[in-house]
């Protein structure tokens, strides 16, 4: 049995935000630019607290645990009206963290109240049809680049929502992939947590480690020394570098794809950081990476800068 488990919130976003804000005060064009997107999904999480309108596929083992996470395939569920007022929060929090594209959002919000065909924009988003929504855009004579990444971004309150679900369904289920169990994401960072029972092929000395899905928020166990993006096990390939600000901070590197993610040690920590806004504050370890080559293994607005 895999350990996973569903990302019930037990953090305020705001909070968080202001405790990195007075930690960390060099990255307050950070949080100033990407802290009120953080902040709407919250508000999204929320808004769809009573949201009903999907219907989750049943787990084949076997396919499962081959490596096909649980929604891959899935139709994109009913969103309803609730797909606008999403996408409303949305853009109104990027326009805010960033007022240079304030009249191009504020174009595109314009063409949503008019638009009778929006929900073309979620199936598209959900389907990663590039094609569709481009043609949306010329349609609506807005921003693609915008509209593509606003509409993607309004999708993953929905994801969260199916997570609280979906975790249940996997909870008895081998899992040992990189990328989340139930949509497929790469996770946005990973935490080091102290050992309890271990599985013999997760077990490592030196505490678990959790990764936390960049979509849907769920998180899983992932064997400690092995990297989630190329799954090699090569010590000689697999390394980290520290924070200089705190020894509990770090970036995971491998020398053998070249690709990286950010890693918080939780073990002397009183409070568990919360994995919503966490790797902001991790942005610095995101730039050292970046400067010696790496990429990450997935893309976020605040380390594609």
């Known amino acids: 049995m895999t350990d996973t488990k569903s990302s019930k919130k037990k953090h305020d976003v705001q909070a968080g935000l202001m405790a990195l804000r007075k930690r960390l005060p060099a990255l307050e064009n950070i949080f100033d630019a990407f802290g009120p997107l953080l902040v709407a999904q919250e508000k999204a999480d929320e808004l769809l607290e009573g949201w009903s309108g999907f219907i989750l596929p049943e787990v084949y083992a076997p396919r499962f645990e081959q490596g096909v996470a649980l929604l891959d395939g899935m139709e994109c569920p009913e969103v309803g009206d609730l797909y606008k007022d999403v996408f409303k929060l949305t853009a109104e929090a990027v326009s805010a963290g960033m007022p240079a594209v304030a009249g191009s959002i504020e174009t595109i919000l314009s063409a949503v109240e008019k638009a009778d065909d929006f ?3 979620a199936k598209a ?14 349609a609506w004579k807005v921003d693609g680049q915008l509209l593509a990444f606003i509409g993607s971004f309004s999708l993953k309150p929905f994801m969260v929502r199916m997570e609280h679900e979906a975790a249940d ?11 989340c169990p139930i949509c497929g994401t790469f996770p946005d960072m990973s935490l080091l947590k102290r050992s309890g029972e271990d599985n013999a092929y997760l077990k490592s000395h030196g505490g678990q480690r959790w990764m936390h899905c960049s979509c849907c928020g769920h998180e899983w166990r992932f064997k400690r020394n092995m990297c989630p993006w ?16 705190s020894k509990n901070e770090r970036v995971d590197i491998c020398d053998n794809c070249k690709h990286y993610f950010v890693t918080i040690d939780t073990r002397e920590l009183v409070d568990e950081p919360d994995p919503r806004v966490a790797p902001l504050g991790l942005v610095h370890l995101d730039i050292r990476a970046q400067e010696d080559e790496f990429m990450p293994i997935t893309e976020t607005p605040w380390n594609m800068l």
């Open 169 to 179: 369904k996997i909870s008895n289920m081998q899992w040992l992939k990189g990328y």
């Open 125 to 138: 988003v959900w389907d990663a049809d590039s094609h569709t929504v481009e043609s949306l855009a010329d």
């Open 119 to 121: 929900n073309r924009l």
């Open 230 to 245: 190329c799954e090699s096990e090569d010590y000689d390939k697999l390394r980290y570098l520290q924070s200089d600000e």
